[in-house]
């Protein structure tokens, strides 16, 4: 009780102090997901016999309207930028650091926000120097491979295998395919999705991974989100079964739940993105560069957001858990009483992505406050400064 009563105390002190006003915004760091990209697999056909849509990209590229949004995304940020007097002008190369995945969709991502960003600016996409392998600092596997941490991590994985529901939405997925015309239901007689079992994948140098159902349920249904993000014809957004916000809402749990059995995890999580957020906590320590940027995958953003130990949010208007172009913006601010953290997630509406609207000022992106544990926020959002830094495990 007693504990309560000072928790209490010290978060009503907190806003008394904090005159938003006030603040000055000394350093921003955002952690991204690449904008809208083609399916990531090349086999689908053989799901459906339906006649599936064609892309204009190789699997796994961001397409031309993927960059165009990422520029509107850009140029809203330099926009909030500008209107906190933050930087002027071009940046000095020591200010900005905009850093990128070695994939082809998540360079062109970041190099989209900086053309829009720091227009005419010049700004360099920074990336590991090895571009054919995948940068080891969004590399999202298990660093500790030992196999008592390992049998722990398939343990969790398997518990929330044995916890996940997925019966109505694979009946609807397979309703949607007509999965039993597909060759996979003639030649491999997988007929409904419902009835196999998913095997947990563990492998050394690899992503934690799951075979069967809902391996297979996400890459299809991704690839009707993709479809619907890129404003094709309703006709050909899952050749038009897909009719309402509610079998939306029913068949993407299965991209929840893929997210959420390989990268939501206890301990998994903490050392997967062990390299990303080491590197960000020394971003902070530093208190330079002013501006980063860092483009990676739906995996790094579950697994660093999990790793941070942040609070349960829920995003609106959204189907994906980490949304295709979203954005965690973590923020540094100042007065004369001291230095405070706020955290966004700042991300587009799937209404947004479909409509291909430009985000500015005054017809913004989503955004939700993100609370950490162990730095409990003022009304307004903020928490403080040295509590944050407190929470850095990885010094």
């Not at 960059?67 to 002027?88: N, P, Q, T, V």
């Not at 957001?305 to 949010?313: C, T, Y």
């Not at 995003?315 to 913006?329: A, M, R, S, T, W």
Request: include cysteine.
């Amino acid at each position: 009780m007693a504990g309560n009563i000072i928790a209490l105390l010290c978060l009503v002190a907190l806003c008394k102090a904090i005159d938003i006003d006030t603040l000055k915004l000394e350093q921003v760091l955002i952690l991204s997901r690449h904008n809208v990209r083609t399916p990531l697999t090349a086999k689908l056909e053989s799901y459906s016999s339906k006649v599936w849509p064609k892309w204009n990209a190789s699997a796994g590229f961001l397409t031309e309207k993927g960059a165009r949004l990422e520029g509107y995304m850009g140029k809203y940020i330099a926009e909030w930028l500008d209107s906190e007097d933050f930087i002027e002008g071009c940046p000095n190369e020591d200010e900005v650091l905009i850093y990128a995945n070695t994939k082809r969709r998540t360079l062109d991502t970041a190099k989209a926000f900086a053309e829009s960003a720091f227009q005419n600016c010049n700004l360099t996409v920074q990336h590991y120097e090895n571009i054919e392998v995948f940068d080891p600092l969004f590399l999202p596997i298990l660093h500790n491979t030992t196999e008592a941490f390992k049998n722990q991590v398939r343990e969790e994985m398997e518990n929330k295998l044995r916890e996940m529901n997925l019966t109505e939405a694979y009946i609807e997925l397979s309703k949607i395919l007509n999965l039993r015309t597909s060759d996979i239901c003639k030649k491999l007689y997988l007929c409904e999705l419902h009835l196999r079992r998913d095997e947990i994948v563990l492998e050394d140098g690899e992503e934690p991974n799951v075979s069967g159902p809902l391996d297979i349920g996400n890459s299809i249904v991704d690839s009707f989100i993709m479809s619907y993000y890129e404003g094709m014809p309703t006709s050909e957004v899952a050749w038009g079964e897909i009719e309402t916000d509610h079998q939306w809402n029913l068949i993407s749990q299965i991209c929840k739940e893929n997210q959420n059995i390989r990268f939501n995890l206890t301990k998994g999580a903490k050392d997967i993105a062990r390299p990303l957020v080491k590197y960000m906590f020394d971003i902070f320590k530093e208190g330079n560069p002013k501006f980063t940027l860092l483009v990676g995958h739906d995996s790094n953003m579950n697994s660093v957001i999990r790793a941070f130990d942040f609070k349960p949010f829920v995003l609106p208007e959204q189907f994906e858990p980490f949304p295709i172009g979203g954005k965690v913006v973590f923020q540094k601010w100042s007065d004369i009483s001291g230095q405070y953290l706020k955290v966004e997630y700042v991300y587009p509406t799937t209404k947004q992505l479909r409509n291909g609207d430009r985000v500015t000022l005054l017809q913004p992106p989503k955004k939700v406050v993100l609370e950490l544990n162990g730095c409990e926020i003022s009304q307004s959002g903020y928490c403080p400064w040295t509590d944050f830094m407190k929470l850095n495990v990885y010094s």
